[in-house]
């Protein structure tokens, strides 16, 4: 077996790997979006007139939606739409009137999704391991381990003009060790199912691709390592070769260390 996938197996399966993550990805309680009295009352004014696309257009001026939809971030930049998209308009509609106003205002007020903070943990606990992390002429120059600073976008542009990266997708880290080049993704997979099986196998992909001047390497943490030992997609890290890098992001100081 992959040597790093097999010590991240280790550590999850070991004492205290939850415990430990959180200084990886702390979990914020974030503040419940109570709405007053008068908000309140007009919602339940405009879902008795049954008019979907009103109750839709009052819906958008809060700062979360009843539920989540692919389609309500086009609508909230054009408005205008819900007048050329009467299908989608009811098919929202009738969701909203299913809820009711109790259920409406509940989904509105619910607080923000703590994994959506999960990103910028992940940069913050980049500057714990205590690395320098420069900008790009300084980070070119380094003889030595760096990370190069900035969010993703920064990172892909780098990446592309100089590491020889043709991916689309943005990139979660960028360092090197000596003269060695690495560019990485982070993930934290929750659960099995849906979009974050569809993660997953965009990393190993990821993971099993090569940039010209740099090696791939994917952070990995959650129920990827709980789910090794049962016939699933999450299995597959098990025929990762010993020159593919995916690992917990626990491991990664030791990794960096491994290859001076």
């Known amino acids: 077996m992959n040597r790093w996938v097999e010590k991240s197996i280790n550590i999850a399966q070991g004492v205290g790997y939850l415990d430990k993550l959180s200084a990886v990805y702390p979990v914020t309680i974030n503040k419940i979006r109570k709405l007053s009295s008068v908000e309140e009352q007009r919602i339940g004014e405009i879902y008795r007139k049954k008019d979907a696309r009103l109750l839709i257009e009052v819906l958008l001026d809060f700062k979360r939606f009843p539920f989540d939809d692919p389609y309500i971030g086009f609508l909230r930049k054009d408005r205008s739409a819900m007048r050329r998209n009467p299908k989608t308009v009811k098919r929202i509609g009738e969701q909203l009137f299913e809820l009711h106003p109790v259920g409406i205002i509940s989904g509105i007020e619910r607080p923000k999704s703590s994994s959506r903070q999960f990103g910028q943990h992940f ?97 990995v943490d959650g129920v990827v390592w709980a789910m090794t030992t049962e016939k699933n997609l999450y299995n597959s890290i098990r025929k990762l070769p010993q020159d593919r890098f995916m690992l917990s992001s626990l491991l990664l100081k030791e990794f960096i260390e491994s290859q001076k």
């Open 123 to 219: 940069r913050n606990y980049i500057e714990k391991l205590r690395y320098p992390v420069l900008n790009d002429a300084n980070f070119l120059k380094s003889t030595k381990v760096a990370f190069l600073g900035g969010g993703d976008a920064r990172l892909k542009t780098f990446a592309k003009r100089y590491l020889g990266y043709r991916g689309e997708k943005g990139l979660d880290l960028v360092f090197c060790v000596g003269g060695k080049y690495f560019i990485g993704e982070a993930k934290f997979i929750s659960m099995s199912g849906g979009t974050q099986d569809k993660s997953f196998r965009e990393t190993i992909t990821f993971v099993k691709g090569k940039s010209e001047n740099a090696q791939h390497i994917a952070i």
